[in-house]
């Protein structure tokens, strides 16, 4: 069994109004000096078979066609428990 | 002209959007989101709602509805179709529209009278409307801020693809005020507001959302 995490997240140019909602929370529960909240979305994958690249690629993939939209958010898949890249 | 108008589940505005179609002399087709015959229509309306309850994106699961694979085909084939409020955003999942509808700025749903302006007026479902024309229609949206990168927007502009723009007070953040987009051909139209509560007097701001369902018509016989 592989478990992919996939890392989903509004592109930097795209206004996060729910991120500005928890901004606007924080110093209001007393949390001080928080600059900036963005908030995303963060799946778990399991997959048959041992992890190799074969199903990276695969998890990257449903990333591109299902589980990001390109025009408005980036993408970052690993395998859990190994570090995460960056996002593209 | 045979206008089909799909639900999806948790589709809220097909019954009025079949009822405008009629009010707008055409027939009305109810199609199935499961089901990819499209059964003979003419144009198909992808009407507003919270299809698959909105999860993962708005139109995000829609657009791999087996209806959908018959839409973006025949769109590829110049058949009219309109997508309103969620409609825009399924297409714009789709790729049959360019960029992507986001929450309000504001982040509160809004719902009000809106008066646009019709900036395009050659396509299959505006072209009862004057260049410029001036309208009232209804407005209810959450996710409902038009964002594409700046090279996409200048695109739109440059080609005379924005059908309609918010006039007085942007509603949800869109950017350059845009409401309403299409595809360069021109058969394929996004628009977030609801023409097809602005059908009858007795309810809603007016009639000014009419023309979205008698172009047809008359765009097939000029």
Request: glycine residues 12%.
């Amino acid at each position: 069994m592989a478990r992919y995490v996939v890392d989903v997240m509004p592109k930097p140019e795209i206004l996060d109004p729910q991120g500005k909602a928890v901004l606007g929370s924080l110093p209001r529960l007393g949390f001080a000096g928080v600059s900036d909240v963005r908030q995303g979305k963060r799946f778990e994958i399991e997959l048959d078979g041992e992890p190799s690249d074969a199903l990276l690629d695969e998890v990257r993939a449903m990333a591109e066609k299902l589980l990001s939209n390109p025009v408005i958010e980036d993408f970052e898949v690993h395998l859990q428990g190994e570090p995460e890249g960056t996002f593209a | 002209m045979k206008v089909g108008v799909v639900t999806f589940p948790g589709s809220l505005d097909d019954g009025d959007a079949r009822r405008a179609v009629t009010i707008g002399g055409n027939e009305a087709v109810a199609l199935w989101h499961g089901d990819d015959d499209l059964r003979g229509v003419d144009a198909v309306v992808l009407p507003g709602g919270f299809s698959y309850g909105d999860y993962l994106r708005c139109g995000a699961i829609s657009r791999f509805a087996p209806v959908m694979t018959s839409v973006v085909e025949a769109a590829g084939k110049g058949m009219p179709v309109l997508g309103i409020c969620n409609g825009f955003q399924i297409l714009c999942e789709s790729h049959l529209l360019p960029g992507a509808l986001i929450r309000n700025d504001h982040r509160k749903f809004v719902c009000r009278d809106q008066r646009l302006r019709i900036e395009r007026v050659d396509t299959p479902w505006t072209s009862s409307y004057a260049a410029g024309a001036e309208v009232t229609i209804v407005l209810k949206n959450g996710e409902g801020g038009f964002v594409a990168d700046e090279p996409t927007l200048d695109r739109l502009e440059g080609e005379g693809r924005v059908v309609a723009r918010y006039l007085d007070d942007n509603p949800n953040g869109s950017l350059r005020d845009i409401a309403g987009i299409s595809n360069e051909r021109g058969n394929v139209v996004g628009l977030m507001p609801h023409p097809e509560h602005a059908v009858e007097d007795l309810t809603g701001p007016g009639t000014d959302g009419l023309g979205f369902f008698t172009s047809l018509a008359s765009s097939v016989f000029a």
